[in-house]
């Protein structure tokens, strides 16, 4: 079988034509006839025409081969409308009954602008593309529609029949659309650094132009302005052309000046449109906009391995705005583990994949395990005043806390200090605005809290952390200042692992470079950091005494309390877990005693997370009617890490009450 392409009409040659090495050896002459047979249309074996496969569309004497049908008649397609393209695929004037496939092609398709939807002899495979059209029947046909195509759309159908390629083909004249609308897409990103700070400068804005259908409009022309030049903010092109998707985009640079700024966006037919607010800020978080929280501040985590607690923290500009997502924040800690890092605003699924999270915030896994810092003295409690201290004399979370289960947690990144812009400009402006170092007042000497002197006239002083960092550090014994057996955290600016105090002047990317030049301030980063403590509680208690000396629920008859019918009495006692910090979160505390005797105790119920004990009160109260004896108990039940509940019931005081008669 030997097959002819003829655009439209393809040749099937019934029989088979040896091939030969000569012409003598075919039975034939020098100027044989078998081409001139293939061009006759004739079967060189029969004298008979060859079978030939056309497409194109109409029937019977109305074919028209190499033609599409179309519901335009030669009129032009409407913006965003549709019309039906049909084609017929016919063997010597006949419908084919064998299954083939037509393809729809053009350019407005290829690209996307025009849209085509099979009808008819359409495939039931979802996996099949909407411009091919299986058909069994020798007719195959779409629904063309405009989706932002302009002007003249050629479209082939072709398919392969008999062993050859047959095509028709239609030209589709689209009308403009009319621009009904343009509309604010996305500013990629939408948070962008002043200029010459290091960080990502330029932003790239983007619209998109719709017409009277909602499809895109392509090659319409828009002009752009800022409604702001604060700092040099700029523009890098003021107009462009829209593609074929209807999108259209400008790129703006920002200046020295922290601001937001909006693009206005115009079509040359007066449609307009503003963008979302573009914030131009530091791209940096400042120290005072740094916190820290815990998910669980007070895990029952002294005795057990893997309790976790998720350690988070929000960042944000010198301005409060969020802070760029991916800024890494660093984690150290002096007890059990933690995640090493995370990148605000990225959160992470299941499968482990990023999505996008919160704006400046981010948070790590902290989980129980050694070391867990035992100390060599043991925390003691005062019984009169039931307040627990330290071998040193201080009051334990006075000036030092010698209390074992405390874990100090550190995050640090790479930022700019604080100052108060009293003149609200935007910037650093050294003799105007106030920067606080460790000895404003001229009296101050610890670094972490620094006495602000007022800067309104006679008004008292503030007590607040310092603007002036020095490294940082973890405060071990949690006194707030660094004391010389303290580690300096790894991720510092200096390779010594040396402390280094704050040089006493602003240092960050908002300092002036005529204030930098003069030595005023520096635009030099420095570690921001917060941190924060972790309360390991215990199931086990403290070791308390009764007030007149005696353990809880030691045996004592000569020792009675002796009340008088319907006289009654209050204990105080302090409640803490085996180190002398709170009991675990939802501890539930409850009084009893026997017929004859009332008790309660306050609070009652279950206990908030704390890291310091409870003094609880108890009551007591004796009938005025009725002799009785017996021990008033305090009933303490503790939860911990896997659903179970540890119970305790002390026997406080024993009581013994004579009735009037």
Same mark, same amino acid.
């Given at each position: ?5 003829? $655009? ?48 194109? &569309? ?44 037509? +393809? ?14 099979? *009808? ?32 003249? %759309? ?14 028709? /083909? ?12 343009? #509309? ?119 005795? &057990?391995? #893997? ?19 991916? +800024? ?20 992470? %699924? ?31 409690? %005062? ?20 209390? #074992? ?90 390779? @010594?692992?040396?402390? *280094?105090?704050? %040089? ?40 308390? +005494? ?19 019918? $319907? ?13 002398? #910090? ?7 505390? @409850? ?48 939860? /911990? ?21």
């Amino acid at each position: 079988m030997r097959i002819q392409q003829l $655009g439209s009409t393809t040749l099937k040659l019934t029989s088979a034509i040896a091939l030969c090495l000569g012409l003598a050896a075919c039975g034939g002459s020098s100027d044989g006839t078998t081409l001139d047979q293939i061009n006759g249309n004739i079967d060189d074996d029969t004298d008979t025409p060859a079978s030939v496969a056309q497409i194109g &569309h109409g029937s019977g004497a109305d074919f028209v081969p190499g033609e599409i049908g179309t519901e335009t008649n030669g009129n032009a397609l409407s913006a965003g409308g549709s019309t039906t393209l049909i084609v017929n695929v016919v063997e010597d004037g006949q419908l084919i009954t064998d299954s083939t496939s037509v +393809t729809f092609i053009s350019p407005c398709i290829a690209s996307g602008e025009s849209l085509v939807e099979p *009808i008819g002899g359409a495939s039931d495979d979802d996996d099949s593309a909407s411009n091919v059209v299986d058909t069994s029947n020798g007719q195959a046909g779409v629904r063309y529609t405009a989706n932002g195509c302009i002007g003249n %759309d050629s479209v082939k159908a072709t398919t392969t029949y008999g062993g050859g390629v047959i095509s028709a /083909t239609a030209d589709i004249n689209i009308e403009s659309d009319t621009v009904t609308s343009i #509309n604010f897409a996305d500013a990629s990103p939408n948070y962008i650094t002043l200029k010459g700070t290091g960080g990502t400068e330029a932003s790239s804005v983007r619209f998109q132009i719709r017409g009277t259908t909602g499809a895109p409009v392509k090659g319409v022309e828009v002009n752009f302005a800022l409604n702001t030049t604060a700092g040099g903010l700029s523009l890098v092109n003021s107009s462009a052309i829209s593609g074929s998707d209807g999108y259209v985009s400008t790129t703006v640079q920002s200046g020295t000046t922290p601001t937001s700024v909006r693009v206005t966006a115009t079509t040359d037919t007066g449609v307009t449109s503003q963008s979302n607010e573009l914030i131009v800020s530091t791209g940096l978080p400042d120290q005072n906009s740094m916190s820290i929280a815990a998910s669980d501040r007070y895990p029952i985590a002294w005795n &057990h391995n #893997n309790v976790e607690s998720s350690i988070t923290v929000n960042l944000a500009d010198a301005f409060n705005n969020p802070v760029p997502n991916r +800024t890494p924040v660093y984690f150290t800690t002096n007890g059990g583990s933690i995640t090493a890092s995370c990148l605000t605003g990225v959160v992470f %699924d299941e499968e482990g994949d990023e999505e996008i999270g919160t704006p400046g915030v981010c948070s790590a896994i902290w989980r129980s395990q050694n070391p867990r810092l035992f100390s060599e003295t043991q925390v003691m409690m %005062d019984e009169e005043t039931l307040t627990f201290y330290c071998p040193n004399g201080d009051i334990a979370g006075q000036g030092s806390d010698c209390r #074992n289960g405390r874990v100090k947690i550190i995050a640090t990144t790479i930022g700019n200090e604080s100052f108060v812009d009293t003149n609200s400009n935007g910037v650093y402006d050294f003799g105007t605005d106030l920067f606080y170092t460790a000895n404003s007042d001229g009296s101050a000497s610890r670094k972490a809290n620094c006495k602000y002197p007022s800067p309104i006239s006679g008004a008292a002083s503030r007590s607040f952390g310092c603007d002036d960092l020095g490294s940082a550090y973890i405060d071990r014994n949690f006194n707030g200042e660094y004391d010389g057996n303290e580690e300096v955290t790894s991720i510092n600016d200096n390779s @010594t692992g040396e402390y *280094i105090p704050g %040089d006493g002047i602003y240092n960050g990317s908002l300092c002036r470079e005529e204030d930098a030049s003069a030595g005023n301030c520096s635009r030099d980063s420095v570690l921001v950091r917060d941190d924060i403590t972790l309360v390991l509680t215990s199931e086990e208690q403290f070791f308390f +005494t009764m007030p007149d000396g005696r353990l809880p629920g030691q045996p004592d008859p000569s020792e009675q309390i002796r009340l008088q019918p $319907g006289e009654s009495m209050t204990v105080y006692l302090m409640l803490a877990d085996a180190n002398g #910090n709170g009991l675990p979160r939802g501890t539930e505390i @409850t009084a009893s005693a026997p017929d004859g005797i009332e008790a309660s105790v306050s609070p009652e119920g279950e206990l908030a997370g704390s890291s310091e004990g409870t003094i609880v009160a108890l009551s007591i109260q004796v009938s005025d009617s009725q002799s009785t004896q017996g021990v008033v108990s305090l009933n303490v039940t503790m939860p /911990t890490p896997y659903d179970g509940e540890v119970g305790r019931s002390v026997g406080i005081v024993s009581v013994v009450s004579y009735s009037a008669n």
